[in-house]
Nanobody, 123 residues
């Protein structure tokens, strides 16, 4: 079993900052890409930022210059530092990981999601 658990969401005023964390745990052999996605009420889930195991990252245009994704491979953790938050950033933020699970000769590849953390930015 693999679990992704997010934390760090909350209510913040426009212009403020939040730092999201996501820890992957369970029967994990290695983690490839990790990322943050968000889904606002009535909208489809969208990519915010992704990061490869070598720390190469990609950002949605809406996140460039304001958000920073990082990871700690030793802790199986990915972070999202969000600065200059805007009301339109309000959404449930989900962590995603593409990983290899298992040990020894028995391994599998899977894509996993966290349960989400609410971020609300007030104007």
């Amino acid at each position: 079993q693999v679990q992704l658990v997010e934390s760090g969401g909350g209510l913040v005023q426009a212009g403020g900052s939040l730092r999201l964390s996501c820890v992957a745990s369970g029967n994990i052999f290695s983690i490839n890409d990790m990322g943050w996605y968000r889904q606002a009420t009535g909208k489809e889930r969208e990519s915010v930022a992704t990061i490869q195991s070598n720390s190469r990252s990609n950002y949605a245009d809406s996140a460039k210059g304001r958000f920073t994704i990082s990871r700690d491979n030793a802790k199986n953790t990915v972070y999202l530092q969000m600065n200059s938050l805007r009301p339109e950033d309000t959404a449930v933020y989900y962590c995603n990981a593409d990983l290899v699970g298992g040990r020894g000769a028995y391994r599998w590849q899977g894509n996993y999601w966290g349960q989400g953390t609410q971020v609300t930015v007030s104007s």
